[in-house]
């Protein structure tokens, strides 16, 4: 089993619309989870970090955490062709900084 | 945030080569970390590096292969020996925040993209 899992996608999603992003992990160690942008060529970029249970809002994106089922979710509200990228979910074990990530789910928002 | 620098930003070596890779950070950190890239993959952890030890290697990664150095609390190197076209990826340093922000949330480098004839 993988220890951070997600659809490679695409998630293909209208502008405007919800883009509903999943991630589940197998560690009920892990601490701190994170949302990653990439863009194609580039290097990732972090835009949500959430580390308790509930929601994490930030402009339009939410992060969800949920450590009993072990998933952490991201949603991009008003999705814009700009949000097209994979987005890359990592989480961190307790007492280590390092990041392990999932294989990353592409999105693309089409006009 | 930190600024992180990293050269050169691309390569392309001959097999059996080796290419050393620098990290420059704007700012004193404790860890750096090297990750690697390959193609239509995700992010895979190298090694850490930390100033004034060695490196600590990831499962799969060895030092031989990928010997790093932490000469200071701001700059790294990271070095592909002996490459094959297998080792043909992007490489990418990372630090975190540090204490103010929490000490897991990692910024990257703009990474080196490699490629191996």
């Known amino acids: 089993q993988k220890e951070v899992e997600q659809n490679s996608g695409p998630l293909s999603v209208p502008e405007g619309a919800i883009a509903s992003l999943n991630c589940t992990y197998s560690d009920r160690g892990s601490q701190s989870f994170f949302w990653y942008r990439q863009y194609s060529g580039k290097s990732p970029e972090l835009i949500m970090f959430i580390y308790s249970n509930g929601d994490k809002e930030d402009g339009r994106f939410t992060a969800q955490l949920n450590k009993a089922s072990q998933y952490v979710s991201l949603l991009i509200r008003d999705s814009q062709p700009s949000d097209s990228a994979t987005y890359l979910c990592a989480v961190t074990s307790y007492n280590t900084d390092k990041l392990i990530f999932g294989t990353g789910t592409r999105l693309q928002v089409f006009p | 945030s930190a600024v992180i620098s990293q050269k050169p930003s691309r390569d392309i070596c001959q097999r059996g080569t080796s290419l050393t890779i620098q990290c420059q950070v704007d700012s004193q950190v404790t860890m750096m970390f090297w990750y690697r890239q390959q193609p239509g993959q995700s992010l895979t952890l190298i090694a850490t590096?930390?100033?004034?030890?060695?490196?600590?290697?990831e499962s799969g990664f060895v030092i031989d292969k990928f010997p790093i150095s932490r000469p200071n609390l701001t700059f790294s190197t990271l070095t592909v020996s002996n490459m094959s076209p297998e080792d043909s990826s992007i490489y990418l340093c990372s630090v975190p925040r540090g204490l103010a922000g929490g000490p897991d949330e990692q910024f990257f480098g703009p990474g080196t993209r490699l490629t191996v004839l």
């Open positions: 590096a930390n100033q004034g030890s060695e490196a600590t290697y």
